[in-house]
């Protein structure tokens, strides 16, 4: 495998790098302090094709690859993780569902006006008391002749007050019994579907996480995606591309923590001379480094594998697992880096290292990716 840049991908990130500095980064912070989502942010990225990497030209979107996706998100995320998670889930999540397993009706429908950032996407799977245990969701959908009638609650779910269409996971069987949940998709406006409680986060504050809340919500079969009691297989085919979203996004954070911590040990001085000369500080910043690039690694070896069409469900838990656990070290030892001045808000590291925790959460937890892992090792 060459993992070398490619000519597009060090176009695609000095393009990224020019607009998140431009547009990101000043105002990021008080982004994170109101905890304001910036819709009209997304929609300038729209207009740069940064909200359809993946999606087909014939659909509106740039008709790129993984590898790029990777390179898109990942130097979003050196500036912002907030931004960088957002624009991941509307790419992998939302977009990509339908993009995968929607019609060819729904997606000459939805894919241009989300490829172009015109709408934003929301995707949701997960429930209060059903994390991890998704056949056990208590969100409903059941069938009145050509409609359906969704009742439940979705939590966490990113863009879930902004989102102006979501893929929804509901429950269409019996709980805990095989193939009993089928994805639909949801506009905003719909009677019935409403946002809730947003949440208030350690970290990705400008990402904004809510409650989608379903009451007698009357849909069209026609906003069904695959058959019915199809949407768990849907949604474990969409996560292995969204664990490399996350990875992505980890890689960026914590890229975003070594360069911090690079630049600082040579500006900071102690006993006459740059903190980057002492062993204690040079040995943090290698194994930082190291992390980097294995975390970098095993990334492109997923993504390698997805633009291939092969399965990857193993290499992406493993980029996934891997890149945002040491995006947690990594900041952590950012913070230690800059000492005082890494636990104030005038210097970057706090941010990293608030924002990295939620990569080892979202989209299936460090110990579900071990469990992913083992099962896929185990049944080699």
């Known amino acids: 495998m060459d993992f070398n840049y490619t000519d597009t991908q060090l176009s695609i990130a000095e393009m990224v790098r020019d607009f998140a500095n431009k547009h990101i980064r000043p105002q990021m912070m008080d982004w994170d302090e109101s905890q304001k989502f910036p819709v009209d942010l997304f929609h300038k990225m729209g207009e740069l094709g940064l909200m359809g990497v993946l999606v087909p030209s014939e659909y509106g979107g740039s008709g790129l690859g993984y ?8 130097e979003i995320a050196k500036v912002c993780g907030s931004i960088g998670l957002s624009t991941a889930a509307h790419n992998s999540l939302c977009t990509g569902h339908i993009l995968y397993f929607g019609t060819e009706e729904q ?27 998704a056949g056990n969701m208590r969100c409903t959908a ?3 002749g050509d409609e359906w009638i969704l009742n439940g609650t979705k939590n966490w779910i990113t863009h879930g007050i902004s989102g102006d269409v979501a893929v929804v996971l509901a429950r269409t069987g019996e709980p805990r019994t095989k193939s009993n949940i089928t994805a639909f998709i949801v506009e905003r406006g719909t009677k019935g579907f409403s946002a809730g409680k947003k949440e208030n986060k350690l970290g990705m504050r400008a990402s904004e996480t809510a409650e989608l809340v379903f009451d007698n919500c009357r849909i069209s079969d026609a906003q069904r995606m695959g058959e019915v ?12 591309g969204g664990r490399i979203s996350i990875a992505a996004l980890a890689l960026g954070i914590a890229k975003g923590a070594y360069e911090a911590s690079v ?5 900071r001085h102690q006993f006459d001379q740059p903190i980057a000369n002492f062993q204690a500080i040079g040995f943090k910043l290698a194994d930082m480094a190291t992390q980097i690039e294995a975390a970098e690694m095993l990334i492109y070896q997923a993504a390698d594998l997805k633009n291939r069409g092969e399965k990857m469900t193993k290499q992406s838990a493993m980029a996934k697992y891997y890149a945002s656990e040491i995006a947690v070290k990594i900041s952590n030892e950012a913070v230690q880096i800059f000492g005082g001045y890494g636990y104030t808000k005038d210097f970057p590291v706090e941010k990293y290292y ?15 990716q071990k469990l992913v892992i083992s099962r896929e090792i185990l049944n080699d």
């Open 67 to 74: 590898f790029e996706y990777v390179t898109v998100i990942s």
């Open 107 to 133: 997606k000459r429908k939805y894919l241009p006006k989300l490829a172009s950032g015109e709408w934003i996407g929301a995707w949701g799977l997960t429930e209060a008391n059903t994390g991890s245990d």
């Open 229 to 240: 009691g199809d949407g768990f297989r849907q949604a474990m085919k969409v996560l292995d």
């Open 142 to 144: 059941v069938r009145d």
């Open 354 to 368: 608030r924002d990295s925790k939620l990569c080892t959460i979202g989209e299936g937890t460090s110990e579900i």
């Open 263 to 267: 630049k600082y040990a040579k500006e």
